[in-house]
Nanobody, 124 residues
């Protein structure tokens, strides 16, 4: 049974930092591209960042470039998202996701597995 468990969310003031982590189990982690998405009520799930199987390819949404960093540890089956210079508009539920495709994708409907999400709230 595949499980993705996010942690590290919370309440932070604008300009602050948070580090999200996602622990994966029940899958061959090194075969999956990993990504972070976020969602606010009434809106579609939004791509934030993704990292390829071997971490050679990274991609970020324009809105987070230069502020967020995605990383993975294939020995520990974890993926992280370091978020700096947080803005009010970064508020949302952040989800970890796994994708088995060869090329990778930023399209949330194509991801195979999802975590339950962790709430990030940035106060202005």
């Amino acid at each position: 049974q595949v499980s993705l468990v996010e942690s590290g969310g919370g309440l932070v003031q604008a300009g602050g930092s948070l580090r999200l982590s996602c622990a994966a189990s029940g899958l061959t982690f090194g075969f999956y591209n990993m990504a972070w998405f976020r969602q606010v009520p009434g809106k579609e799930r939004e791509f934030v960042a993704r990292i390829s199987v071997g971490a050679a390819e990274l991609a970020y949404a324009d809105s987070v470039k230069g502020r967020f960093t995605i990383a993975r540890d294939n020995r520990k089956n974890t993926v992280s998202l370091q978020m700096n210079s947080l803005k009010f508009e970064d508020t949302g539920v952040y989800f970890c996701a796994a994708d088995r495709s060869i090329r990778g994708t930023t399209d949330y409907v194509k991801y195979d597995y999802w975590g339950q999400g962790t709430q990030v709230t940035v106060s202005s």
